[in-house]
């Protein structure tokens, strides 16, 4: 999101920005008082303004007066089930699902790889979105001030601001939600990320838009001569992979600053003095490492949760002492389902006055008659599926996500993002992302051993049969004895956090799991690697379960000689 000429750097705007996003974050917080109440109006409303849709008539939103009745009406969808309908809004016609048309549809990758068109109308901006998207920087307005006073204070890994978007049959922008400017599409003009009038923001005009390798290196070349205090990288696999950029592009990160060039050509003035600093720095620590770049580093914004929670702890210190990670809000293309509102390091509040939010036991299959529990009926410590439905025109939408009740403040649900809703199931073991990354979590913590990053699958070994193989990436190396006692371990948490991965391991159908310890930067190299084939980086995800044979097959490729 680009700033506008009042935006960042501009006098009165910081204030003007901290004023908002305190005063969205207290009106989130405030909707505990009464959340069935709030709910039941978040309902009323989308029903009202969209009952003239072709989907509201189809589907008697003129009728409903509950949320029972809600839920007799309308199945429960997912992507797929909606898309015939998303399309032919795409293509022109109004009035489908909502009585708005959308201005920008957002991009998201969906399961099949192909990218989904989520309809972002101007009613679901201000009503669903925009509340919680201010509030989620609270946090870091709050308790790092010094963060928002510079332009240059920011490396926003995700802002990536296009000049002529790809577009829908209609000619609406399909994009991801960090390139749109929200100030100029939706009248928004506090909404420009922190960051996001650095001087990286906008490169050069002669720099191919679909070469993203090549702007992930000029943006990181251009902030190594500012005093960057806080990365956004929502997405943590692009802040895992900057220490890695940092190394490989060292040489010519150098060279451009005491030359003044980017991309080989004329920038700025020759800086031969920071150039210098930073060549002394990395031959004295014998390693170039982000905290030395960027002594001042502060915080890192992205999610905690997921596959994250088993390395950022390690690659925060590569940051330097005492940077926090501030977790992301728990949310999608589709929609916001938590944000956090004070400094909890994983957990958000449920975003009461966004959506209609139902709530599936996790380990149940969901079909469009599945029942559902609300708000005020979830657990803690239970994981649940999200299905949300917004005045944007999804309804009942699963959203393949999975997330964990931790505790209640103030009236509201705080829940965490636990993994996607896929299942690894070869022999009716039926395990879920977060139920194997709690059990990488537990036989880490019990051995003291740290990653980069891990992957599995099962693959049947001839003369073993079929068993789960892990391949993990060693912070350091490990020794044999350790690598066993962590197997052991894993397996053992693994049939304790599944009762049917311990059912299909005591009848026989899978072995105890294997490992396969990979090269340290393998999962780095992976993700420089399909950022280079064109996929933006914001969409390069970890992913636990994989079941790509080319992509294995290059993982374990990469194992230590």
């Not at 949310?331 to 599936?360: I, N």
């Not at 003369?463 to 190396?477: D, W």
């Amino acid at each position: 999101m680009t700033a506008d000429s009042g935006g960042w750097g501009s006098p009165g705007h910081e204030g003007l920005y901290r004023d908002r996003v305190f005063s969205e974050r207290a009106r989130l917080a405030a909707e505990g008082a009464d959340l069935a109440g709030r709910q039941r109006e978040v309902l009323a409303d989308f029903l009202r303004f969209n009952a003239g849709t072709d989907f509201g008539r189809r589907h008697g939103f003129g009728r409903i007066r509950t949320i029972d009745e809600f839920r007799r009406a309308v199945p429960i969808n997912d992507y797929a089930a909606l898309a015939p309908w998303i399309e032919r809004a795409a293509a022109g016609e109004s009035g489908v699902l909502s009585a708005d048309d959308p201005v920008v549809y957002f991009t998201s990758s969906g399961s099949t790889g192909a990218h989904k068109k989520i309809p972002i109308t101007p009613r679901f901006m201000h009503t669903t979105f925009l509340p919680f998207y201010y509030a989620a920087w609270a946090p870091l307005a709050q308790h790092f001030p010094d963060v928002l006073a510079r332009t240059d204070a920011v490396l926003n890994l995700k802002h990536d601001p296009l000049t002529a978007p790809p577009t829908t049959a209609a000619g609406k922008p399909h994009v991801g939600a960090s390139q749109v400017d929200f100030g100029q599409k939706f009248g928004e003009p506090l909404s420009a990320e922190p960051g996001t009038a650095a001087p990286w923001a906008a490169l050069p005009s002669d720099v191919d838009p679909g070469d993203h390798l090549e702007k992930t290196y000029l943006r990181l070349r251009l902030a190594v001569q500012s005093d960057v205090r806080c990365l956004i990288g929502i997405n943590p696999a692009m802040i895992g992979a900057l220490p890695y950029q940092l190394d490989l592009w060292w040489s010519r990160i150098v060279k451009e600053v005491r030359d003044g060039t980017l991309g080989g050509m004329p920038y700025n003035a020759p800086d031969p003095g920071r150039a210098a600093q930073l060549e002394a720095l990395a031959d004295y620590h014998g390693a170039v490492r982000p905290s030395l770049v960027w002594p001042r580093m502060r915080a890192l914004f992205c999610w905690t949760t997921g596959m994250a929670s088993l390395y950022l702890p390690a690659l925060r210190e590569e940051f330097g002492a005492g940077v926090t990670a501030l977790p992301a809000p728990t949310a999608s293309s589709e929609g916001p389902v938590a944000v956090p509102l004070d400094r909890h390091p994983t957990a958000g509040s449920l975003v009461a006055s966004a959506a209609l939010y139902e709530f599936v036991d996790a380990d149940a299959d969901l079909a469009p008659d599945t029942a559902t529990l609300l708000p005020q009926e979830i657990e803690p410590g239970r994981d649940y599926h999200v299905v949300f439905s917004h005045v944007g025109g999804l309804y009942r939408y699963a959203v393949g996500d999975v997330v964990r009740v931790v505790d209640q403040v103030g009236g509201l649900p705080r829940m965490e993002y636990a993994g996607r809703a896929n299942r690894s199931d070869t022999a009716g073991e039926r395990l879920r992302e977060a139920q194997v990354i709690r059990a990488l979590r537990a036989a880490l913590d019990a051995t003291g051993l740290q990653l980069h990053n891990a992957a599995c699958r099962v693959e049947n070994e001839p003369g073993e049969g079929p068993a789960y193989t892990f391949a993990i990436s060693p912070r350091t190396p490990w020794h044999p004895d350790e690598s066993a006692r962590l197997r052991a371990l894993l397996d053992a948490a693994l049939t304790v956090e599944s009762a049917d991965y311990r059912r299909v391991r005591a009848d026989g159908r899978l072995g105890p799991v294997r490992l396969r310890l990979l090269a340290p930067d393998a999962f780095r190299r992976e993700w420089l690697r399909v950022v280079a084939e064109g996929v933006r980086p914001t969409q390069v995800k970890d992913r636990l379960f994989r079941q790509d044979e080319a992509l294995w097959e290059r993982l374990l490729r990469s194992e230590p000689s």
